[in-house]
């Protein structure tokens, strides 16, 4: 089979003829047919996530078309359409026994990471990794939700616990932002969306927000603390990256109630910001980290997409050959959207 292949970081992939997965018991071959790009690929592509080891075929928001069903796997047929969740954890660890499987520390691998993932036309899945998506949902749409709409709904439905009626600010409205104010929005919650493009920002009251402010050209503090009659807001989901974390994460907290929720999806290793104690202590905010995702949270997710509630966006194609230059893309500019590979 093709794949595109990681060999060396930090240098271009190489389109490669590979041997196709082999399956045991309880696993599925999926035909995969496109395949999202997210930051974390920068991050795997550069060398700076420790445990993937090379060569490896990267990939880790996808879907596809199920090829071969392995043995004592029931439930699917040839043809099904599929969405990975690709934390593949042991079942019996403390976090996998309390709903936490994404914190998994006994030989978790992920697809895409520690194991090849949809940067070729096939990969191995064990069945309880597949979520099974109508097939009125086109592929394309399909491979993002896994990464770009149910991490969102990971980070404010559980870390955030996001309430009907509370008002919840979105920083950032790229690839994940867009998502996470969809999500919000159902929620019930009142949305103020923060970019410092006017573009995401018209794109962000299409999808739902009630106001939206441009941090390039008034201070986003303030704002909010006008919109909110001074009180500041229940929730900030803060989904950005870059040099400018540090800052916007200061500036998010003096933005919050008191007990205020600060819920970080977007990072960059090793910057630090600094912080009151006394602020934590006298205004009792917290703040709180979302990593990926749980099962459960892809399937609600894959659930709202189908019913229409939430709409998945997608900035831009390219085709699995073309995977370096979808790479400088997502590199260069912080996309309405997702950037996706189709193969
Ligand atoms: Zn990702
Ligand atoms: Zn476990």
Redo the contacts with the bound molecule.
Sequence with gaps: MKAMVLEKFGEPLVLKEVPEPKIEQGEILLRVQACGL????IKIFDGHVNTVKLPRIMG??LAGEVAEIGKGVEGWKEGDHGVVHIYVTCGNCYYCRTGRENNCNRGRKRIGFEDDGGFGEYVRVPSGNLCKISKKISLEEACILS?SVATPLHGIRTQGRLKAGETAVMIGIGGLGIHTLQLAVVMGARVIAVDIAEEKLEAARRFGAEATINSSKSDFVSEIRRLTDGEGADLIAEIVSGSQLPSILEASVKALRLGGRLVLLGYQYGQLFSLDPAKIVYDEIEIVGARASVRQDLADVISLVERGKVQPVISERFPLAKANEAFVKLRNSASLGRIILTL
């Design positions: 997210c930051g974390t690929d880790h928001e990464g």
